[in-house]
């Protein structure tokens, strides 16, 4: 039983789901599979220059508060970052090299919280090394095979793979092809993953 759980570092939504999506799988019996993606070149194909939540005031402003409330509600510190969206694009070549370590889930809570809790800029590989060393790792080796052509092409790889699939947003939950949209159906893809085991 697996849930694949696509996301990416700029989006509020995804810090939510990502804080917490270990605990409740784990809780269910289910693994993860990680998908850290890139949600501009979704965007560009769409014809969208930014996030819907910065072209859109109204939404955008929804989308703060709705954030806020959903944080409290899992008692999760939340701080609305000066820079939206953030440039996610080394920290997602970052993860894509750290797939196959344990503490790669610590790793992006650990960049989620120094964008949205304490509100730095994850572009920086000063912020990133420090994520790096909350885990307990070495940063110099993880910052250099992230900018490897091998990583690049992996990131990119997956980015098309997402909108072949039909992801449109983030958090997106794959369990089995069955999709699910949105940090408020976490549970319900767990659910799914129980309910049809492979």
Known sequence: MTVEIWFEFASTYSYLTVSRAE?????AGVAIEWKPFLLG??????GLSTSPFVLDPIKGAYMWRDVE???ARFGL???RPDIFPANGLNAARIMTATLDQPWCGEFARAVFQAQFVRGEDISQFETLAAALQACG???????????SDAVKATLRQRT??????GLFGA???LVQGELFWGDDRL?????WARAHPS
């Open 23 to 27: 605990a409740a799988c784990e809780a």
């Open 41 to 46: 070149p979704v965007f560009h194909a769409k």
């Open 69 to 71: 409330r959903r944080a």
């Open 77 to 79: 510190p939340f701080q």
């Open 137 to 147: 790792v070495e940063p110099e080796p993880w910052l250099d095979q992230a900018q």
């Open 160 to 165: 098309e793979t997402a909108q072949t699939r």
């Open 171 to 173: 958090p997106s939950f």
């Open 187 to 191: 549970e319900d893809a767990i659910a």
